[in-house]
């Protein structure tokens, strides 16, 4: 696949390039109100600045790991903008708390879109919180990008998925434990849509590869109260646990996992929703040794991921750290720009077309847009968390994984969708 690369240092010449091309192909950048065709939602572009909007939980049990996702987005912006902006134009953030709850998320993204008139929006973090607004960005045709890892088995022709996929994280995270021979799995999730259909997609992993589910709970997101389902856990003779918990769910959890006695020597967990700020929220006296997948971590090596590394900690302290949503969620605002740049215009169907085989040189690594899909190739990486409260990639893919949002690669996955 061809594509344009950008480097963090470089996004200004190379968008610069990207929209004389685009130009000299569309009779020049569009400006004025640009708007979806029959979309009744128009973005304001008539003057200096575009408006974006920042959707994430800012408050409730989900900010825990959304307010970092926010920073990120508001540090991309202003790294564009002191690069020139977008087609000459600086960006705006307009920030909208979701609260963590799904309804206010749908009303927040409507407001984004037809009072702020955002050019694009950028947040979301559950799964539930991203089906509550996607009808809302199609039925406006504006365009969404989520940042966070998510269970697949979805295609919108207005968002773009920039975080993981479930071939790019759960099924490598089950190709890991199966070579570690960790086969006989208990699952433990909140209750709603990601850890539901993931685990719907593991036990079908589980059952094709000589492994076998020994154990399933949920707990309702937020939830507290895990003494009886770590009592489960103990008692099935699982050789380790597969985590979908979300949000502060996991602090409740992993104290009531020590307080059982369970270890990641004893009974290794892996998770798909801690990161590092989640880490440093449970504390590493709860988590040294366990599992992650993910794409990105603090310490993946890189120039460009030393560079934001540094540019987050200038801006928000030396101790917070950088974690795969956000990292996902920065990497998703110069894509954008960098599409936009392509289109020679703010126009919605423009910007999506002109997405196939973009690239940027992301703190996790070369990323590239695919089209087809609107998900992004990413590198699958394994970690372990370690005493310091980083968490060190003990495994990865090699090279980027192209996005299989419906598994259609897998056979045992027939029938999911």
């Known amino acids: 696949m061809s594509g344009l690369s950008i480097s963090r240092r470089g996004l200004l010449t190379g968008l610069s390039v990207l929209g004389t091309s685009a130009a000299l192909g569309a009779c020049g950048a569009k400006t004025g109100s640009d708007t979806s065709a029959a979309s009744g939602a128009k973005a304001d572009t008539s003057g200096d600045t575009v408006k974006v909007g920042l959707l994430n939980s800012l408050s409730g049990t989900m900010a825990i790991s959304e307010v970092t996702v926010h920073n990120a987005l508001l540090l991309a912006v202003k790294e564009i903008n002191a690069a020139g902006g977008v087609l000459g134009k600086k960006l705006k953030p307009v920030s909208q708390d ?31 919180s991203r089906k509550a607004v996607k009808p809302v960005f199609e039925r406006n045709k504006s365009l969404l990008f989520y940042p966070v890892q998510y269970e697949g088995l979805e295609q919108s022709p207005y968002i773009f998925y920039v975080g993981a996929t479930t071939n790019q994280q759960i099924v490598p995270g089950l190709d890991y434990l199966k070579k570690q021979g960790l086969t006989r799995l208990y699952l433990v999730g909140s209750d709603y849509v990601f850890p539901r259909t993931a685990n719907k997609e593991i036990r079908a992993y589980a059952k094709a ?3 076998e589910v020994v154990g399933e709970d949920y707990a309702p997101l937020g939830s507290t109260e895990f003494s009886t389902i770590v009592n489960k856990v103990k008692d099935a003779g699982a050789d380790a646990v597969f985590n979908t918990l979300n949000g502060d769910s996991n602090v409740a959890f992993f104290k009531e996992y020590k307080s059982a006695g369970l270890t990641a020597k004893s009974l290794p967990v892996l998770s798909v929703s801690i990161a590092e700020e989640e880490v440093k929220s449970i504390g590493t006296q709860y988590l040294e040794g366990q599992l992650t997948a993910w794409n990105y971590y603090q310490t993946t090596p ?25 990292e996902a969620a920065y990497t998703s605002v110069h894509l954008w720009a960098a599409m936009v740049e392509k289109a020679g215009s703010f126009d919605v169907e423009e910007v999506k077309a002109a997405a196939d085989g973009i690239t940027f040189d992301a703190p996790e690594g070369k990323v590239t847009v695919d089209g087809a899909t609107q998900h992004v190739h990413k590198t699958a990486r394994i970690g372990k968390v370690g005493a310091n409260g980083l968490i060190t990639e003990v495994w990865n893919s090699g090279a980027p994984i192209k996005p299989d949002p419906y598994l259609k690669g897998y056979d045992w996955a027939s029938g999911l969708s």
């Open 302 to 326: 890189g120039a460009a991921n030393a560079e934001f590394v540094k540019a987050y900690q200038a801006a928000y302290g030396k101790d917070k750290p950088t974690s795969d949503p956000m």
């Open 98 to 128: 979701g609260a963590s709850d799904w309804p206010t998320f749908a009303e927040k993204a409507q407001t984004l879109i037809t009072e702020d008139k955002v050019v694009a929006t950028f947040g979301c973090w559950t799964s539930a």
């Open 209 to 211: 590869n000589g492994m």
